[in-house]
């Protein structure tokens, strides 16, 4: 089955500063990479999410980058605020199925005012 | 407001204790799903349900059942409750073809 790996687990930034999260996977038939934000004490929500067919995807501050060959991708926030603090999670899967992703183990990102 | 309602949002539960976790949706999704989130490990799925009638095992099924009556509804049961069920539970759905999941609240759940 699919094996998803996060890094860093914890990642703290000033204020203004990018993040940057990264994933990888191991199953070449992955082809849906959604990352999810989860607020202390909220429900995971779905913030943005690629398909194998692009290798980049933006939206406002964040981006997602995406490298079949090397079989990793990336969540990168520029500009941050202090409601980005959150987990964030990757997931990996075939394309059309929530009930075949997997999920990584989550980063805590802090940013600091 | 749409979504997904689960109750109760936090138990303590002595261990083997039957406990059953409701979920309920009002999206009209067919599709519906149980994770259980531990810290260092991320969203674990327990248990699917693809459509109303089906159910199937996910990641970490043992010690948990659930049932699908219907669209709305899909209950997750801990038979004999063990320390290691304590968790927070998330209820999810999604359309079948679409990946995008809508999660509940979440349920803390404590088994001592």
């Known amino acids: 089955g699919e094996n998803v790996e996060q890094h860093p687990s914890t990642l703290s930034v000033q204020e203004g500063d990018s993040a940057v999260i990264k994933c990888t996977y191991s199953?070449?038939?992955?082809?849906?990479f959604p990352w999810y934000k989860q607020e202390l004490g909220k429900r995971p929500q779905l913030i943005i999410d690629?398909?194998?067919?692009?290798g980049e995807k933006k939206d406002q501050r964040i981006a997602v980058t995406l490298n079949k060959t090397a079989k990793h991708f990336s969540l990168h926030i520029t500009e941050t605020q202090p409601e980005d603090s959150a987990v964030y999670f990757c997931a990996a899967g075939p394309g059309g199925s929530a009930r075949q992703l997997t999920f990584g183990s989550g980063t805590q990102l802090t940013v600091l005012p | 407001i749409a979504g997904i309602t689960q109750a109760p949002t936090s138990q303590i539960l002595a261990a083997g204790r039957r406990m059953t976790l409701r979920c309920t949706q009002d999206?009209?999704?067919?599709?519906m799903y149980w994770y259980r989130q531990d810290l260092g490990l991320g969203l674990r799925l327990i248990h699917y349900s693809n459509t109303a009638g089906t159910t199937g095992k996910g990641e970490v099924p043992d010690g948990y059942s659930v049932s699908r009556a219907n669209t709305d509804d899909f209950p997750l049961t801990l038979a004999s409750a063990v320390p290691s069920q304590t968790s927070v539970y998330f209820c999810?759905?999604?359309?079948?073809?679409?990946?995008?999941?809508?999660f509940g609240e979440g349920s803390r759940l404590t088994v001592l």
């Open positions: 999206m009209r999704h067919n599709a």
């Open positions: 690629i398909r194998s067919n692009v």
């Open positions: 999810a759905s999604s359309d079948v073809g679409h990946g995008e999941l809508f």
């Open positions: 199953d070449s038939a992955s082809n849906y």
